[in-house]
């Protein structure tokens, strides 16, 4: 196996060919996703036998990253792959990583328009982590997608990811207007990822979902995720599928949020293979799988703020999940929650878990935040995607 390949982007560059940070010069890091993408897409990684691994900052202009990106043509398999993060030291000693909430100066990518679609996850054996991920939609009568995968013939995780869909519309919509923080079909894992529709235009959407699990050519998996949708003119779920996929996509663990005028609340009540999910809390009337807790009321801390982390008093998440860390495909990666606190048993439910101080993680005294992805993830040994950090 050669070693593994590295590349920069930095939305603070100037453009060069990504094989350091730095932000001029000819080997400075590329400017987007989008170049690194256009750059290296027909990397045939199975032959080179090699890893391809890509690290994000805003450096010091923290600056966004404006453009679209669709991820195709690459050549890679379960040993040889892409790993995408948030880069943990970035210019000046900035970690990019996605934290319990929204931070501007962080790396993140955006797309804004009629019918926004940030990143087109069209690749197999793909791996997205800590990153920040937006999209924001301008048309009452279309609709978008932050994070859409439909990779198809092999697995893709999302991992420790902050997804966000903000509906910003002149006028009130009609039936075609939707918001998807993520579209996840055809062999997608979400791991410990927080994803929320929000508005901050005028109008409410027609439809806001967080998760949307339509159907795949295999189990669409979400594990201790939290989706968090906003008030809607029809639908408003944080998970939700089309009711038609065979087989039936999976949530273990997942705290799901809606108040649609029509449909609200956090799962949609059919088309979850039930038998395979489990511990799932809903602020509705249904939750899948055994275990459930319906009609929760979250104690989160600061809804207001899309501060999604249940504080200690919880009674709707806290204390009532199960203990995925024997799970084959990504338990061990799990046994740590979305900012790197030690998962105890009992699990708690969402991304989040109270730790053992009676805090949330997010503060003073919070957890490590791990960069190692999982032990046996794709049939290998375990991915490290940068150096570990303490969360603060």
Known sequence: MAADVVRYVNTSSSGGDGKTNAESGGSAAYSSMFAWEAAEDTANLVGAETI???????GTGDTPDTTAVTLAS?????????VVSANSNGQGGKDNRSGATWVDTKYYIQNTGAGPQTINQNVNFTVIDHLQINAVGTNSFAGGKAMYCNSGGGPT????SLVRYQCNLPDNPNSGNYGYAVWAQALMEANNTVAYVEQIGAKAPYNAIAFYMPWGNSDDRA???????CDSLNISMGFWNNGNGDPDPIVVNCLGYGS?????GGFRATGWDSSKCSNNASNGTYAPGNGAVTGAVFSFESFAGFDFRITSDDTGAQSLGTDMSSDSTSGSYLSSDYLGVTRTDPWDIGAFQVDAGGGNGG?????TLTDVISVGIFG???ITVGPINTYA
């Open 52 to 58: 391809h691994r890509v690290y994000c900052d805003s």
């Open 74 to 82: 690459w050549t890679v398999n379960s040993t040889y792959y892409i």
């Open 157 to 160: 995780y999302l991992n420790n």
């Open 223 to 229: 594990i201790n995720c939290t989706g968090v949708a």
């Open 260 to 264: 649609g005028s029509t449909i609200g």
């Open 363 to 367: 503060g003073a005294g919070g957890g």
């Open 380 to 382: 290998v040994s375990a």
